[in-house]
């Protein structure tokens, strides 16, 4: 009966390692994407100028492309919500 016991509890804590990292693989992947746009607003504007010596980002987006990681953060935390929310229950 013990040995039932342990086998259900190891199959449970591997069931929810899997789900872990599933969510892991997919807040990661929603951060890489984050950090794609950040880097896009912040070298966007210095780019399309004729003279990037003379870049000033005062009133572009290159001033503002650290906000994309605190938005997404909480949106991988509203994610993360969901996930153990609306997941498979074992």
Known sequence: MNAQVD???REAMLA???KDEKLGA????IM???TIIGLGLLFGPAFTVPDPDAF???GTTAMWFWVVWPVVGMICGIVAVLW???GKQE
Request: charged content about 35%; some cysteine; glycine content about 0%.
């Open 16 to 18: 929810h390692k899997r």
């Open 7 to 9: 086998d259900a509890r």
């Open 26 to 29: 997919i807040c990661a992947t």
């Open 56 to 58: 000033k980002p005062e």
């Open 32 to 34: 890489i994407v984050a």
């Open 84 to 86: 153990e929310a609306f």
